[in-house]
Nanobody, 122 residues
Framework: VQLQASGGGLVQAGGSLRVSCAASGYRFSHYDMGWFRQALGKERVFVAAITYDGDTRYYADSVKGRFTISRDNAKNAVYLQMNSLKPEDTAVYYC????????????????WGQGTQVTVSS
């Protein structure tokens, strides 16, 4: 199982960015997926999740209405479109494979990407 996150970068407040996660080594279309983020010196926290078929999405309150999670099962990829970015969105963003239970619990994910840095300047 391999997850490769990409697309991070530096953006001004109010701007947009899309991060991607390429999955390999397993049947991607059989698993729900999640995005987490970890700011410097803080815990890793839930951002968004999407069911295996893309039909249902879940978001942390802090990003609801600004971020959109999506997936392309034909490309084995999951995406996080981030709009109206704020300096507090600055973090390393991780994609992960969900195994069951509560989406916001890091313990319910069994594979993680290496993370991609998103920095939002004020």
């Amino acid at each position: 199982v391999q997850l490769q996150a990409s697309g991070g970068g530096l953006v001004q407040a109010g701007g947009s960015l899309r991060v991607s996660c390429a999955a390999s080594g397993y049947r991607f279309s059989h698993y729900d997926m999640g995005w987490f983020r970890q700011a410097l010196g803080k815990e890793r926290v839930f951002v968004a999740a999407i069911t295996y078929d893309g039909d249902t999405r879940y978001y942390a309150d802090s990003v609801k209405g600004r971020f959109t999670i999506s997936r392309d099962n034909a490309k084995n990829a999951v995406y996080l479109q981030m709009n109206s970015l704020k300096p507090e969105d600055t973090a390393v963003y991780y994609c992960a494979r969900f195994t069951g239970g509560r989406y916001y619990d890091t313990g319910n994910y069994d594979a993680w990407g290496q993370g991609t840095q998103v920095t939002v300047s004020s």
